[in-house]
């Protein structure tokens, strides 16, 4: 695996977009895996109050040093963190300790009643506590027994039930994500319900744990007319039938503010590896699009790129890890922009072993040895290549 001699930090490319604009390019400008259902404010081992502040506010643990960007692992399985280089992911090739953070699908009422999902849940969270990583929950519809999600939805005072019995079980957990894209067909919620959910979530922890809004998927192209906002730009959500998912989901929230949104940005890595795109506008980067929608009054808010990954190889791609090295820095730069600046505070790498649509930073033989967007995403290298797209 090959990295290049000269190559940018976040940091460094922070600096120089800002003086030079809106650029995400890295030489220039253009227009289903497996996921199973299954640290407040201070970080392992901080006090975690929510009233701390922010990530982007958060200052630097005795273990970790402070980034504008915190990069980890979203896996639905534990045995993740059996691989040997584990550890070494969270810290850079120059000693650089980063914070260290995980992210876990488990089905509504796993608090409820005993699964294979609630044992992996207890492994996953031994296995984290053992590494010092925080985990960050999402939940899931139940998983049938033929692997596919449940049409079941819960009521919220039935999801509710669960969340409080989640909170008492495992009381260590006390960083959320709401229902797990609430607009992809399989795990489909209506948006006021999917609010909702949200809502009651964040009532329930108060100062105590925190919940990140939306969580939504930006996985095709059919996501984006979910995601693109009214004419009435994003203070005035077009409420109703008439309304995109996502201004649905927003008049419900009413007055509420969300301080965490959480999106998933896979259609635009794809853009960028077969087709050159770099998001260089709302109608062709799903991220932008996003954005768009949580300006004015919502601008508060932190985001978290809670789900995405960048692809090796699938069924109809050719292997290459060179092209999904190049895509894991498109993505540092994309959500480093100035425009972004202390808002997108963190992106959890989905996943570390690849499904048939391989999107993992290991490869598949025996001895999972680390690709190249491995040590890309460690170093946090934002230009790969001089010859990526």
């Known amino acids: 695996?090959?990295?290049?001699?000269?190559?940018?930090?976040?940091?460094?490319?922070?600096?120089?977009?800002?003086?030079?604009?809106?650029?995400?390019?890295?030489?220039?400008?253009?227009?289903?895996?497996?996921?199973?259902?299954?640290?407040?404010?201070?970080?392992?081992?901080?006090?975690?109050?929510?009233?701390?502040?922010?990530?982007?506010?958060?200052?630097?643990?005795?273990?970790?040093?402070?980034?504008?960007?915190?990069?980890?692992?979203?896996?639905?399985?534990?045995?993740?963190m059996d691989h040997p280089d584990i550890d070494r992911f969270f810290e850079s090739q120059a000693g650089e300790r980063h914070f260290r953070m995980g992210h876990m699908y488990v089905p509504w009422n796993v608090a409820l009643e005993d699964s294979d999902r609630r044992q992996e849940l207890i492994a996953w969270l031994a296995k984290a506590a053992e590494h010092g990583i925080e985990p960050s929950i999402a939940f899931n519809p139940e998983r049938l027994a033929n692997g596919d999600f449940d049409t079941y939805r819960p009521s919220v005072d039935e999801f509710q039930a669960a969340f409080d019995a989640f909170r008492t079980t495992w009381p260590e957990v006390v960083t959320f994500l709401a229902w797990n894209e609430p607009n992809a067909t399989v795990?489909?919620?209506?948006?006021?319900?999917?609010?909702?959910?949200?809502?009651?979530?964040?009532?329930?922890?108060?100062?105590?744990?925190?919940?990140?809004?939306?969580?939504?998927?930006?996985?095709?192209?059919?996501?984006?007319?979910?995601?693109?906002?009214?004419?009435?730009?994003?203070?005035?959500?077009?409420?109703?039938?008439?309304?995109?998912?996502?201004?649905?989901?927003?008049?419900?929230?009413?007055?509420?503010?969300?301080?965490?949104?959480?999106?998933?940005?896979?259609l635009d890595g794809y853009n960028y590896r077969e087709r050159s795109w770099h998001c260089s506008d709302a109608n062709s980067c799903q991220t932008k699009l996003f954005m768009a929608s949580l300006a004015g009054s919502w601008s508060a808010s932190e985001v978290w790129m809670t789900e995405t990954g960048a692809r090796y190889a699938n069924p109809n791609l050719a292997a290459s890890e060179f092209k999904q090295a190049c895509t894991g820095a498109f993505f540092l730069r994309l959500f480093s922009l100035p425009a972004f600046a202390g808002r997108v505070t963190r992106f959890y790498y989905f996943n570390w072993y690849g499904y048939t649509d391989d999107l993992g930073i290991v490869d598949k033989t025996a001895a999972h040895a680390p690709r190249a967007i491995f040590n890309q995403l460690r170093d946090r290298v934002t230009q790969y290549d001089p010859s990526c797209p």
């Open 187 to 266: 795990t489909r919620v209506e948006p006021e319900r999917a609010a909702d959910y949200y809502l009651m979530m964040a009532a329930r922890c108060g100062n105590d744990c925190r919940v990140g809004a939306g969580n939504f998927r930006g996985w095709f192209d059919a996501d984006t007319d979910a995601l693109r906002m009214g004419p009435g730009g994003p203070d005035n959500p077009t409420c109703g039938s008439s309304g995109s998912y996502f201004d649905r989901y927003k008049c419900r929230l009413g007055d509420h503010r969300p301080t965490i949104w959480a999106f998933h940005p896979y």
């Open 1 to 80: 695996m090959r990295l290049s001699a000269a190559r940018l930090s976040i940091s460094a490319l922070t600096a120089l977009l800002a003086c030079s604009g809106d650029l995400v390019g890295g030489s220039g400008s253009g227009p289903d895996d497996a996921r199973d259902g299954g640290g407040k404010g201070d970080g392992p081992g901080g006090s975690g109050n929510t009233d701390a502040g922010t990530d982007a506010e958060t200052d630097a643990g005795p273990d970790w040093v402070a980034e504008p960007l915190m990069i980890g692992i979203a896996s639905g399985h534990p045995d993740f």
